[in-house]
């Protein structure tokens, strides 16, 4: 068990829907990454945040947003959903940004599937 | 752009003998290299990693890795695999210029360790 935790587990939804992901760092990490996890496209970086502060993006589509609050949970809202957004959904979090904080742990995921 | 391969869709290996997973990567500066592995519905998990430093690596687990400049490689080694070592192989890449934490990660390896 990483420590990260990531809710739902499993989220099935129809076109055009609008969801949440949620996820909490493992307890004393500042960084959250979300990854998106497809047969097509391989494992993808979304997007970083450090304490509360978005840090690096990836291949984030302009539908996809994502925040982290004070308490440092993050969460990912997938907005006007098409098939192709079925995936799974890994958050990772880390301690820090520095060169010796490059390790990220992953949560179980949350597997969408778009109907 | 940073790019990572993993030739090997598959490795199949006997226990109790040595293993390989390889991968090789492109990056406009200094990489920073990584490797993962996940198990079935599970998120990822960090092995080991390269940053600077001794070109042999020793991660969890007994698995190593070299790191080879001249080569652009980063292969994944244990002397003696075991059963419980299927699983899915990650390797992935960052550099200073595009955020070490900004990982790239490979189309990843399955390793099937036969009894």
């Known amino acids: 068990d990483s420590g990260v935790t990531q809710t739902p587990k499993h989220l099935i939804t129809a076109t055009g829907q609008r969801v949440t992901l949620r996820c909490s760092p493992r307890?004393?990490?500042?960084?959250v990454y979300w990854y998106q996890q497809s047969l097509d496209q391989g494992l993808q970086f979304l997007i970083q945040y450090y304490n509360g502060e978005e840090r690096a993006k990836g291949n984030i589509l302009e539908r996809f947003s994502a925040q982290q609050f004070p308490d440092l949970h993050s969460e990912l809202n997938l907005s006007s959903l098409e098939l192709g957004d079925s995936a799974l959904y890994f958050c990772?979090?880390?301690?820090?940004?520095?060169?010796?904080?490059?390790?990220?742990?992953f949560g179980p995921g949350t597997r969408l599937t778009v109907t | 752009a940073q790019s990572v391969a993993q030739p090997e869709d598959q490795v199949n290996v006997a226990e109790g003998n040595p293993l390989t997973v390889k991968c090789t990567y492109s990056v406009s500066g200094n990489p920073y290299l990584f490797w993962y592995v996940q198990y079935p519905n599970r998120g990822l998990q960090f092995l080991l990693k390269?940053?600077?430093?001794?070109?042999l690596v020793k991660g969890s687990y007994g698995f190593e890795a070299e790191f080879n400049k001249s080569q652009t490689s980063f292969h994944l080694k244990k002397p003696s695999a075991l059963v419980s070592d299927s699983a899915l192989y990650f390797c992935a890449v960052s550099d200073r210029n595009t955020g070490f934490q900004k990982l790239v990660f490979g189309t990843g390896t399955r390793l099937l360790v036969s009894p």
């Open positions: 390269y940053i600077t430093g001794d070109n």
């Open positions: 307890s004393g990490d500042l960084s």
């Open positions: 990772a979090s880390s301690v820090g940004t520095g060169l010796s904080d490059l390790e990220q742990y």
